[in-house]
């Protein structure tokens, strides 16, 4: 397993140029130096959120007693309708907080970093590459960082890119997403079928 490809996987479905906007409307109500330590903090719940699934992921896995065929496979759908989500997205906002509430734990960690993709790719990995722990925590920090310094340097790119710069980028994660999803889910049934 490479460090790098697993970590551009990670960063890829974490899709923090394509979060910008939704960071941008959830923060833009708080006061500049209060958005910078929500914004920290989120991120920081986020990481502990991904080490916990990292190294708690083969225990989860033998309690609910799923096979890693069945992982590889429904990892590889749920990366696959993602990728379709972030080609071809759907209007209305991710998530609604009441005007002037500041965001806790939900919705910036968890679905937006941590979400239910990462976590299942995470899963997967650590199922695939037991043996392997510190080059897969290696892969989450990077995917994080990357993902931490696009968050913190907001206005930068979004002034950088704009919309039609973000949603081209956010198509083009889209685009590698499927095809890693497509790998992943022919790797399972490769596996189960073999």
């Known amino acids: 397993m490479d460090i790098l490809s697993a970590a551009t996987m990670m960063f890829l479905i974490m899709d923090p140029l394509g979060n910008l906007p939704i960071v941008l409307s959830i923060l833009k109500h708080l006061d500049p130096k209060r958005r910078r330590k929500v914004l920290v903090r989120e991120l920081l719940f986020a990481l502990a959120i991904l080490m916990l699934f990292l190294f ?9 007693n799923v096979q890693p065929e069945t992982l590889s496979i429904s990892g590889g759908v749920i990366l696959f309708v993602i990728a379709i989500r972030m080609i071809f997205p759907q209007p209305g906002g991710v998530v609604s907080l009441a005007a ?20 299942a790719s995470i899963l997967l990995l650590s199922n695939q590459y037991p043996n392997q722990m510190l080059e897969l925590s290696l892969s989450v920090f990077l995917a994080w960082f990357a993902t931490f310094i696009i968050l913190m340097f907001y206005n930068f790119f979004h002034k950088l890119l704009g919309e039609r710069g973000l949603k081209a980028i956010e198509r083009l994660m889209g685009l590698l997403l499927i095809m890693i999803s497509t790998q992943m889910l022919l790797d399972g049934v490769k596996s189960y079928l073999g």
Not at 56 to 64: D, E, P, R, V
Request: glycine share 10%.
């Open 100 to 119: 002037g509430e500041e965001p806790f734990f939900v919705p910036m960690a968890i679905p937006m970093i941590a979400g239910p993709s990462v976590i």
């Open 56 to 64: 708690a992921g083969q225990s989860i896995l033998k309690f609910l």
